[in-house]
């Protein structure tokens, strides 16, 4: 028996919360785990899409999706096409050129000559170099443009200090964009030479026949072999460039995400406080109502509920209809019938008329058609009464 009492004092469970054990001091025990239940509300990940207005702060700092593997294949598409069609052309005056310097070249060196010679090259690269770097020219800002849009800015072009932080420098080199990027260029090195090896292994084999040709059929067939791999490569880079257009558009969305507070912070700083709004919405309100009061001395006539709506009405000799010129409900109706008391205007009560015109009629606005013959009487009532005061 005693065994079994000692075992139940040894059972019975101590009282934690605030004291050791009975009898003792009541002492608090701090508790390791709090949660703030509020700073989960306000949600402190990036979940929210950027704003138009973090759109266009970024893109005056020239943040935007561009990608620079578009570009290069339209470049180099327009480059070689321009090639391929000037061919003939081109090998026409670089040939025609070099058969007249190699025609002249007994004659003495003198400064003319070397004169002569240099405008000629001029002239040369001219008809011949110019029309292909206006044509990459043309179409490398019509691929900008239609990227980026329309956009000149020299805030990246500013001096910052920040930029010749070393730390930073190598925060940039091994960052996680960094990274993607050294694995899109192997990539592209990767598919680039695939392709290259794919078509050039079928046109080495045919290099040895070149001893057989002459100087143009060397040429041309060369050229066909150089622009046929060229289109090829190009056509590869062109979906490369198209698929890192996708990307670069979706990784500037990711880097210009927002949390809820700075979306909040940033309608505070375009729309203004809500406080402040509210406030300047408090003060319209008073200022009209007071212009609204300011009319009531000019009407004819207020038609009651008769405790919760007064409408003011004025007519004059000119009027399509008769004018409200003031209505309100509650503590603006008794204000509304305190004024007219005090300038002696007439106060009806017909509650059917004061409620559809409280309902129907803005302030300003003149009473409808279906309420001509209602309104009407009231009007010919409060005139017999102003006859009688004046007779």
């Given amino acids: 028996m005693k065994c079994m009492r000692r075992l139940q004092s040894r059972s019975k469970p101590l009282e934690v919360e605030g004291t050791r054990e009975k009898g003792e001091e009541r002492k608090e025990i701090p508790s390791p785990f709090i949660f703030d239940l509020q700073r989960f509300a306000e949600g402190g990940d990036k979940t929210e899409e950027p704003t138009a207005k973090k759109r266009s702060d970024a893109r005056k700092k020239g943040q935007v999706a561009r990608s620079q593997e578009l570009n290069t294949a339209f470049v180099l598409l327009m480059g070689f096409l321009i090639l391929r069609i000037l061919w003939e052309y081109i090998y026409v005056n670089i040939a025609e050129y070099t058969t007249y310097l190699y025609s002249h070249l007994s004659q003495s060196v003198t400064t003319e000559g ?73 990539f592209k090195i990767i598919i680039i030479g695939y392709f290259l090896w794919l078509y050039l292994k079928d046109q080495i084999p045919l290099l040895p026949q070149f001893i057989f040709f002459d100087l143009p059929h060397s040429l041309a067939t060369a050229a066909d072999i150089i622009f046929t791999m060229a289109f090829q490569v190009v056509g590869v880079i062109m979906v490369l460039g198209a698929a890192d257009y996708a990307y670069q558009k979706w990784q500037t969305t990711q880097d210009l995400m927002m949390t809820k507070q700075e979306v909040k912070d940033e309608y505070k700083q375009t729309e203004g406080d809500p406080q402040i709004k509210s406030k300047i919405k408090q003060k319209q309100r008073q200022m009209a109502m007071q212009r609204m009061m300011s009319e009531v001395p000019k009407a004819d006539v207020i038609v009651t509920n008769p405790t919760h709506l007064a409408v003011a009405l004025k007519y004059s000799k000119g009027m399509v209809a008769p004018v409200v010129v003031a209505k309100g409900q509650d503590l603006v109706a008794e204000r509304i019938k305190q004024i007219a008391r005090e300038h002696h205007i007439i106060i009806v009560e017909n509650k059917p008329v004061a409620r559809a015109l409280y309902q129907a009629v803005e302030v300003g606005g003149v009473v409808p058609a279906e309420l001509y013959q209602a309104v009407a009487e009231i009007i010919a009532y409060v005139y017999r009464i102003k006859h009688r005061r004046t007779a």
């Avoid at 990459?136 to 920040?162: R, S």
């Fill in 114 to 186: 070397i004169s002569e010679l240099f405008i000629g090259i001029m002239i040369l690269l001219a008809k011949t170099v110019l029309p292909v770097m206006f044509a990459i020219l043309i179409i490398g800002l019509a691929v900008n443009i239609y990227q980026v849009g329309f956009m000149l800015t020299t805030e990246p072009l500013e001096f910052k200090l920040d930029k010749l932080n070393p730390i930073n420098g190598f925060g940039r080199i091994f960052s996680k964009r960094s990274l993607i990027e050294l694995f899109k260029s192997i």
